[in-house]
């Protein structure tokens, strides 16, 4: 039976099979924390919580082990060498915990787990699902040869899973069988109250993210820079920065060069406290050059904070241009400050903007991610038993 292809969701590829539990082995191996091992988290927490045997394997840098629910084995390494100590551990891991599916997450533990399992014979190894949360960076040392071998490789998932329908279409006829599955968050019962600027003068702009190339801070500095200068006879701005990265430094020498005022650097922010952060802003900059489907985006819109994001990656699947947010070109820091000028100074713009995103982000629950990703373990056992 030829299944081979893109499905457009899981839904479409046989949503909800039901089956007993499974044994999950999830695999991540980034040092720090960010969207795929906040997935990781709360994808491990609810299958547990849906009887199914969880394992979580990660570096211990990450900060995974102090999210996981008590439910999740946590399998955690350290130390230096850390490929050779996360492939080991995942053959440990193969061993002892004998999963029916290893998910894979982000394209170092996917490269790392797909290389170890397919020196395993098929027949004894077990499924292999893994989830592109992104592409990988081209940042990266030796990005074009990284690509190649993510890519010559994705033959060996049972199930690749992308978190967007861009993400899943860079695959093209590289991968045997592409699902997608959105992340989810769980989005509050009612539309949070807006931080308007309308009665403190105040516009409070928030840039939420790891300090990389690929967020594309310097564009939002621009932005922020330009919408001061225009707005500045009838509001006070602010930028709120909170995250850090290998260009920390960068960006602080970047805000002082621009005259630093107005500017506020917070550090890595907690995943419990950006509900919070969120709540208090006017509008979230969302300038990445590239993307897949950023959790960020999603608590922005679910706690009414509205979104000023860059037209890449899963972001045009999730916005709707001036109707659930405002879509800009990349690197366009004068289009993020038209964008925030309008939501400052339109407030009933800003409202319709925050209840349609608050609407729109309902069908991006957790519920329905860690459905389609139980689909894609079943899909995966059933393609992989009829193979063998």
């Known amino acids: 039976m030829d299944r081979s292809g893109l499905f457009p969701d899981a839904t479409e590829a046989g949503c909800r099979l039901t089956g007993p539990e499974l044994r999950v082995l999830l695999v991540v191996a980034n040092r720090d924390y960010g969207g795929a091992e906040r997935h990781v988290v709360d994808l491990a927490g609810e299958l547990a919580r849906r009887g199914h045997r969880v394992g979580c394997l990660f570096p211990e840098a990450s900060g995974v082990a102090d999210l996981l629910a008590p439910e999740v084995e946590a399998l955690a390494v350290g130390g230096p060498w850390l490929p050779y100590r996360l492939t080991r551990g995942l053959r440990t891991a193969l061993r002892v ?58 033959r060996l998932d049972d199930v690749t899973v992308a978190v967007s329908r861009d993400t899943a279409q860079r695959f093209g006829r590289w991968a045997r069988r592409v699902v997608v599955v959105p992340n989810g968050i769980r989005r509050p019962a009612s539309l949070p109250p807006y931080a308007a600027p309308l009665d ?81 802003l006017t509008a979230l900059l969302l300038t990445s050059r590239e993307e897949g489907l950023p959790y960020v985006a999603l608590e922005a819109m679910a706690f009414g904070c509205p979104l000023v994001a860059s037209a890449v990656g899963g972001l045009p699947e999730l916005i709707e241009d001036g109707v659930t947010g405002c879509l800009v070109r990349p690197g366009d820091g004068d289009g993020v400050a038209r964008a925030v000028r309008r939501l400052a100074t339109q407030p009933g713009f800003a409202e319709t903007v925050r209840r349609a995103a608050w609407e729109r982000v309902e069908s991006y629950s957790i519920e329905a991610m860690v459905d389609g990703t139980e689909s894609a373990y079943r899909l995966a056992l059933e393609w992989k038993q009829e193979e063998t």
């Not at 290893?102 to 797909?114: D, E, F, K, N, S």
């Open 97 to 154: 915990f004998r999963p029916d599916v290893v998910h894979l997450h982000g394209p170092r533990a996917t490269l790392l787990g797909r290389l170890v399992l397919g020196a395993s014979p098929r027949r004894r190894r077990p499924a292999v699902v893994s989830t592109a949360h992104g592409w990988v960076p081209r940042r990266l040392a030796m990005y074009p040869l990284y690509e190649a071998a993510y890519l010559a490789t994705a």
């Open 200 to 280: 403190c003068g105040l516009v409070k702009l928030g840039f939420v993210g790891r300090l990389t190339q690929e967020k594309d801070f310097p564009t939002a500095l621009a932005a922020f820079a330009a919408a001061r200068s225009e707005l500045s006879g009838d509001f006070d701005l602010e930028l709120h920065v909170y995250g850090d990265g290998p260009l920390t430094d960068s960006a602080h020498r970047l805000a002082r060069r621009a005259g630093g005022r107005g500017v506020h650097f917070h550090g890595w922010a907690p995943p419990r406290d950006i509900p919070r952060v969120l709540a208090g």
